[in-house]
C-alpha cells in the first residue's frame, strides 16, 4: 500500500525556520527521484523542491539557497530544512514522486494521484 506521511509543519513568523519530514513506503521511495509540492489554495500544486534517487537536489528560483532537501533512503524518509521564512512560502506541503522536471522545476508531474494529508505551513509577516 502506498503511503506518505508528512509533517513538521506549523505557524512561524517571517524569518523563521521549520523543517519538514516525509515518511514514505518502500515502493514509492526506492529508486525513485522524490519531491515536495506547495498547494497554495486558487493554484495548482507546484513543486518547490525535488532530489534525485541519487540525492542531487534540485530548487524553485524563489526558494533557492534558503531551503535545503535531504533524503535518507535508509529510513525511506525525505526531509526539507525550510529557513529565512517569507509570508509567499505559505500553502501546504506534500511530498511524492516526481517526474518530468525541468532544471527549474517546470514540468514536475506525481505520476500517481495518490497524495498523503500534507503538512500546513503558515509565515506570518
Known amino acids: 500500500q502506498v503511503q506518505l506521511v508528512e509533517s513538521g509543519g506549523g505557524l512561524v513568523q517571517a524569518g523563521g525556520s521549520l523543517r519538514l519530514s516525509c515518511a514514505a513506503s518502500?515502493?514509492?521511495?526506492?529508486?525513485?527521484?522524490m519531491g515536495w509540492y506547495r498547494q497554495v489554495p486558487g493554484k495548482e500544486r507546484e513543486v518547490v523542491a525535488s532530489i534525485t534517487r541519487f540525492s542531487r537536489p534540485y530548487y524553485l528560483p524563489s526558494v533557492k539557497g534558503r531551503f535545503t532537501i535531504s533524503r535518507d533512503d535508509e529510513k525511506a524518509t525525505m526531509y526539507l530544512q525550510m529557513n529565512s521564512l517569507q509570508p509567499g512560502d505559505t500553502g501546504a506541503y506534500y511530498c511524492?514522486?516526481?517526474?518530468?522536471?525541468?532544471?527549474?522545476?517546470?514540468?514536475?508531474?506525481?505520476?500517481?494521484?495518490?497524495w498523503g494529508q500534507g503538512t500546513q505551513v503558515t509565515v506570518s509577516s
Open positions: 518502500g515502493e514509492i521511495f526506492d529508486g525513485n527521484d
Open positions: 511524492n514522486k516526481v517526474v518530468g522536471c525541468g532544471l527549474l522545476l517546470d514540468g514536475c508531474r506525481a505520476p500517481e494521484d495518490s
